[in-house]
């Protein structure tokens, strides 16, 4: 693909954004709307851009390529949107991308997580098409199987965000506060492997990976928990 494709690409994938967020912005409340709004959808969308043009984690040459860029900049816009967000504070932080994982993977990758660590488990953050907390590709020695079955689970996340789109986050919310207040998960939890004697395992062991995005990715793609 030419040089100038990719960079028209980050340039589309910035402008969406920032002109969903300005006619959003208006429509609520506007010229001040509008300025909110233009900052809201801007400032994530030019990281995300520039991450577009500068990474090309879309291949445009193939129909797969094309389907993730125009579903992540229609239908699944509201987690693009989040995860450019997540993008831009990562970056602002001292996060870096990782440019081999990025590439034509349909995802942007971030070296570190973002979250500090629960319990000792250090935990891969993935909203929108930016995953964070995997350093590097895995290679091919038996030791990395594990890393790429998180690999394939976290890009499972970034396929589930694509299917559902704007209903994503807020079906996987919606279901994280049900299987905390009524833990029918209980049933099939796997007792033996993660007892649940605590408030933390509760949380951890328990609604968690039942929530229907972990459960899906958790059984299609591993790693085994
Ligand atoms: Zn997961």
């Known amino acids: 693909m030419r040089r100038w494709t990719e960079i028209c690409a980050g340039i589309v994938a910035a402008a969406v954004p ?10 609520a409340g506007g010229s001040s709307g509008l300025v909110a709004g233009l ?4 400032v994530p969308g030019a990281v995300f ?3 577009v043009a500068a990474f090309v984690p879309y291949d445009l040459s193939s129909a797969r390529g094309l389907a993730r860029y125009a579903t992540d900049l229609t239908w699944s816009l509201p987690n693009t949107w989040l995860g450019a967000v997540l993008l831009t504070g990562n970056l602002l932080a001292g996060n870096r991308v990782v440019a081999d994982l990025s590439r034509y993977g349909g995802t942007v990758h971030l070296a570190r997580g973002t979250l500090p660590a629960v319990g000792g488990v250090r935990y891969v953050t993935t909203v929108g098409t930016v995953v964070a907390g995997i350093p590097g590709a895995p290679d091919d020695s038996p030791c990395s199987t594990a890393a790429r079955a998180l690999l394939a689970h976290e890009r499972g996340h970034v ?8 209903a994503y986050v807020p079906s996987v919310l919606v279901n994280y506060a049900l299987a905390a207040v009524l833990p029918f998960w209980w049933f099939w939890h796997d007792h033996a492997a993660y007892p649940i ?5 509760y949380f951890q062991h328990g609604v968690y990976p039942h929530v229907w995005n972990e459960e899906w990715c958790y059984r299609a793609y591993g ?3």
């Open 197 to 201: 004697r605590s408030v933390a395992a």
């Open 39 to 42: 900052v809201a959808g801007g």
């Open 223 to 225: 790693p085994r928990r």
């Open 159 to 166: 396929l589930q965000a694509r299917l559902l789109g704007p």
């Open 49 to 51: 851009g520039w991450a």
């Open 18 to 27: 920032t002109g969903v967020g300005s006619a959003l912005g208006a429509l």
